[in-house]
């Protein structure tokens, strides 16, 4: 979700960064090129060129220049469109991707739209679920469903702290829980057995199982420890996951990053990311995070930060900012091959274009730092 633009952060706390930091250049492999002389062929023998395949008596064969493959006049397939198109007034905030397409929700009034990544075409895939419902973040999982984060009062007044799940194939609404304990669900990432929640104005995570059968079960809150640092009004962010499913990260609105284990029941240690090189960059907040591998990219009003993690993920370098071209406001991403989608979510100067009916939203396309 979004967060105020902040002039100054204060110097992480914790150990200086361990591990090696630099990314390893891969080598360049060189082919070998075989030669077969024209004396190798004659000696071998040639077979005798079939009549059919001499020209007529009187034509004259078609100079090499003028013959072409049937592969030349095979058209190339077109580029993905590195700008994908909203409907005017839509707000946008969170996004994820599956099946070639984006999917993309409202703050205005939580309906669902379908961005089909090779066509940059753009069509509802579901409807405003009702009144007091709006769509923030949003993952989705290995059985084909759509998660989203419901937001809450928080930012506005009215909307209720919910999640809901739908199906991608249908655009069914599966489920529509508001949770106890939580004010406002801010983004979501979906494991293997469960999906976790932020909740910006508390230091809780949400959790709520998934059955190896696909079953989804009741959720529950997990109050986050350790080195957390409860901050005055506005809390966890983004929120990312390794590929085991047992450990997160979770940014903070102050731009700070945590280590979090996601075995914890009821409250779990959150370790403080210490990071080194250019840590002003994340001064304006960790929104959107995006994890492949040891990098974490980082997406806040600026762009995408670049962070190379240590093999423990208890400490970053960053590398680096990625600027969106023609992104007011940058809130999140997803990757796609060698790509990430950038929702602008083009809040304005306090917040003046949510739901204004002229203003123009967009998910645009940058190659991976």
Do not use: C
């Not at 891969?26 to 024209?38: D, E, F, I, N, S």
């Not at 979906?190 to 995570?205: E, G, H, I, Y």
């Not at 600026?302 to 240590?310: E, N």
């Not at 306090?350 to 203003?359: E, F, K, Q, R, S």
């Amino acid at each position: 979700m979004f967060t105020d633009r902040i002039t100054e952060s204060a110097a992480p706390e914790g150990a200086a960064p361990e591990g090696d930091f630099t990314r390893p250049v891969p080598r360049r492999r060189r082919g070998r090129a075989v030669a077969v002389t024209l004396a190798a062929l004659l000696g071998a023998g040639l077979p005798a060129v079939p009549a059919a395949a001499a020209p007529a008596f009187g034509a004259t064969a078609a100079p090499a220049a003028d013959r072409v493959s049937p592969a030349a006049h095979t058209p190339r397939p077109k580029p993905y469109p590195t700008v994908l198109g909203l409907p005017n007034g839509f707000s946008p905030e969170g996004i994820a991707l599956a099946g070639g397409a984006a999917y993309t929700g409202s703050l205005v009034d939580g309906s669902i739209q379908r961005v089909d990544l090779r066509t940059g075409v753009a069509r509802q895939f579901a409807p405003s679920p009702g009144p007091g419902r709006i769509a923030v973040g949003m993952d989705t999982d290995r059985f084909g469903r759509l998660w989203v984060a419901g937001g809450g009062a928080g930012f506005w007044p009215g909307v209720r702290t919910t999640y809901r799940v739908y199906d991608t194939r249908t655009g069914a609404k599966l489920v529509d829980v508001e949770p106890a304990g939580a004010v406002y669900l801010n983004d979501v990432i979906v494991t293997r057995d469960a999906a976790w929640f932020t909740d910006t104005f508390s230091s809780v995570l949400v959790r709520v199982p998934i059955g190896d059968d696909g079953s989804i079960g009741r959720p529950r809150t997990v109050a986050l420890g350790g080195e957390w640092t409860a901050g005055e009004g506005l809390n966890g962010n983004g929120i990312a996951a390794t590929p085991d499913g047992r450990s997160l990260i979770v940014g903070h609105t102050s731009g700070a990053l945590y280590l979090v284990p996601a075995g914890a029941h009821d409250r779990a240690r959150a370790r403080r990311i210490s990071l080194s090189g250019d840590e002003a960059a994340l001064a304006a907040g960790a929104d959107g995070l995006v994890l492949d591998g040891r990098t974490l990219y980082v997406v806040g009003p600026t762009g995408v930060v670049d962070i190379r993690l240590s093999p423990s993920l208890t400490a970053g370098r960053v590398l680096g900012v990625t600027e969106v071209p023609g992104a007011a406001w940058p809130t999140t991403a997803a990757a796609f091959g060698d790509r990430l989608y950038v929702v602008d979510a083009n809040f304005g100067e306090d917040l003046v274009n949510v739901g204004n009916p002229d203003a123009t939203f967009r998910i645009v396309a940058v190659p991976r730092p």
